[in-house]
């Protein structure tokens, strides 16, 4: 075992407590804790503005967010997603008595592959539930393409996708609604936290309205079955100051990003995922692949690592469609998912936070290239 500090694939970037000060000081004396007060809607103008988008709803955390984007768009029967994902994606479909199907994901990009979404479309098929993974994306336009051509409501968990752009503007534009996660472990965080990406006025209200009950603005009366998935105004203020930082934290994972890639570019075997096209990244994983070529088996290197303190994790194991919640579905079949079921035996995401030392970099690149071990 080394006696190093341990070293974990996320660390929470935290700005200085006195910066929180006023910010608490402010709703002490405001009194007014949630429900839609002004820290909440300084934080939506706020988020509109930094992600480029007109209307966004706060929600307490991402799958509450997903799980109302789900019941927003008014689906029933099968939606199509991916099984390479966290297992929110999958399980927002069954909270709303929806049924999932797995489509097999693009081996360059680890999203769900537009190409195969058409054969697994039957009449009961409703949506599609994309996810942009790693924060890479997904492509729009093929999936876009299937949608309008079979009527299907498209719905993009964004959970990895913050401040991601395209040669458009944000990659959260695409498809009906988009959804965010602002868990502690995200690029962008609010402790918990989420959000939906609302294309009209109209639909944000009926978001809003969703997540608080179902009530009638005022409260007079119900017309949803609604949840309460309301953002407090502690979280929503915690939020505006980490905004006050993201710029610079994007730009220290970018940085750590291409120290990666240039270390490991000559390691034989070893292969970082690109994002596909162009776009503006977030840097909020570092998936390498470890492929045939590469001496130790993924487990092994895994360990290896592990013993010199350095914890990587095996995002996306177990698939979705390995769960034994679905297992038994007809597209859970591993042989309808030969991408996805080869690729999650193969990944291992690094550490990668704004505060990860470049010489922790260098060190974890050394020990993938069996140079300094
Ligand atoms: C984190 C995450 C979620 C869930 O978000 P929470 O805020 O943790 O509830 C959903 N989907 C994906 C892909 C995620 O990574």
Redesign the pocket.
Known sequence: MSDREPIFVTQPALPDLEAFMPYLREIWDRRMLTNGGPMEQRLEAALCDYLGVKHISLFC??????ITAVQAAGLSGEVITTPY??V??AH?LLWNHLTPVFVDIDPSTMNIDPARIEAAITERTTAILP?H?YGHPCDVQGIRQVAERHGLKVIY?A??AFGVRDEGGSLLRHGDLS?L???A??VFSTF???AIICPDEATKRRVDQLKNFGLVPGGATVEFVGTNGKMSEIHAAFGLLQLEHLIEALDRRRLIDQRYREGLAKVAGIRCIDGVGEHLANHAYFPILVEPSYPLARDVLFEHLAAHQIHGRLYFQPLLSNLPMYRDLPSANPANLTVANRVVGQVICLPIYPNLEHETVDFIIGLIAGTNA
């Open positions: 955390n991402g799958t509450q967010a997903l994902s966290f929110a994606t927002s996810v993974c968990d959970a990895h959804v996660s602002f868990h472990t995200k918990e936290g989420g």
